[in-house]
């Protein structure tokens, strides 16, 4: 197995927001060492002068009417809260 | 011997629907007594609701008896991979993540099919998230090929291919990000359609890679196809990618548009790694073209041998994106172990995800973050633009590209889960069309020795849906490869 070229898993999976255990760690890490190693030929490829796409066609500034259109119900916004109160959705305490 | 009705096909049924021949309830009391007894094998299914269904049917006769049919699809069942929302139907994109997720709201395609007075029929196995390419990436347990329940029936939408090659839908719509619909129909014997980015609507459908993500039937034939994409195209202001144009009739189209065509092979899809069977008969699907006055041009696509590592930077770049919003507040799993708001969207992503979301939100944070952006994700985006001119450089020759769907037929399942970068390879040939926009289908031509089926990919111009299905069309018409049933 390829070494990893320099993925810093702890730190990557901290900025992911992904709890790993360590057994994941290391087994990720060195799956997608080898994924990297495929990945860096694009380093061969001359992009001099060439712009980015960012999706296939040129579409921008997409406009809409300023119209106000229904939006989804309170109960129906909620129904898929894993803990709800009062209309609201309980989250674990933020500030002391 | 007559084909059972869950067999037939959206043309034959609707024929029969509108003669009386057939109600819509027999017919879906057929596709559920069907399901019933294939679904243990093939598991094609993460939910179906019988009682619904045949609602759905009852809804349709009455239509019909009171001379308010809406059209070739009224009363007809068509399954949903389970990425695509239906009000008041389970959403689980195979994740533990939304296994108790019920859709709020219906997707514009689910709009659509219901206006088309569809029957809505079950929510379809997939890889988690539509990651994936054999369907083993569901946390609900793998969809099995029906043509041999030991092999995969591809993926991402493995289920909404298996479910129509064994006679438990008539019709049924997946996602394609870099190959999730063209490769499970090849798989499995069924045409399957990738249209153009941005003529269908994806507002309903759970997002994987926003620039790359397009719905798309599978159908057992090209008319089939030609029907379903009719219903669902269309610009929709809900999609802010959605393109403004005109939605053709595509079924009566397929029957006018006759070629001679120009038709390019691109070299770089016929190197090494390709299966000397599916290259046979590929090969003899470009004579069967040549033979009918087609000129054959052999053209090339230069940057091909990037499309891969192009796509697994775009694609989990933003899937690390798209994939933020499960952090366990709103809706989606919440763990119980967090004690505080970190620790909410730490624990609740670590349970939910499986371990190619995972990957794959680890590489598209990586390829993201700060200091390794312009090495990997822009430079990605510029070689996109490299491998869309290059097939936009074809297209000044050739009308279409006429390629193999998958290097392989359906593999084993559990043959290439441990290896991540050997299951990337399975979709060498169809993810250039995703980076590059590009309409494109798969669609049988023939069976390997061990009675695997073979899919042949044609891929067209930017909305130019009718050309591609007319080429797809002239070939079906002259083989019988659609005449075959898996013997389940």
Redesign the interface.
Known sequence: MAPPSD?N?D???E??????TDE?KIR?AA??G???V??E???K?D?TG????????A?SN?W?EDVAQPG?AVA??L?????QRNNM?V????VD | MSVPLHFQTVAELSAQLASGKISSCELTRAVLARTRVIEPQVHAFNSFDEADSLAQAAASDARRTTGRSLGPLDGIPVGLKDVISVAGQPLTASSKMLA???S??DATVTEKLKAAGAVLHGRLNCDEFAMGSSTENSAFGPAHNPWDLTRTPGGSSGGSAAALASGSAIATLGSDTGGSIRQPAAFCGLVGLKPT??LVSRYGLIAYA??LDQIGPFARTVEDAAIMLGIIAGHD?RD??S?KTQVPDYRAEIKTRRGPWKLGVPKEYFGAGLDPEVGAAVEKAVGFYKSQGCEIREVSLP?T??C???Y??IATAEA?SNL?RY????????SKE??????????S??EG?G?EV??R???G??VL?SGYYD??Y?????????I?RDFLNAYREVDALITPTSPIPAFKLGEKSA???AM?LCDVYTIGVN????PALSLPCGFTAGGLPIGLQLIGQ?FREADLLAVAQAYEEAHEWKLKYPAL
């Open positions: 993925l898993i730190r990557v999976a900025l992911a927001r992904l709890a790993l994941e990720f799956q997608l080898s994924v990297l495929h990945i030929q694009l380093a490829v992009v060439i712009e980015p796409t960012a999706h296939a066609f579409l997409v809409a989804l129906d916004a129904r898929n809260a894993p803990a959705i989250v674990p305490k933020v | 108790n997720f019920v709020p709201y980015y941005g926003s620039s202001p802010s990618t393109f940057h041998q990037y891969l590592d192009t697994y930077i690390s933020a952090d366990g507040i709103r809706y989606g799993h919440r967090a004690k505080d708001v970190l620790d909410v969207y730490q624990k992503r670590a995800f371990d995972k990957r939100i680890i590489l944070t990586y973050s090495a990997f822009l430079r990605a985006q510029k070689v996109r633009t490299l869309r290896d991540p970068l990337y980076l590059a926009g590009l930017p």
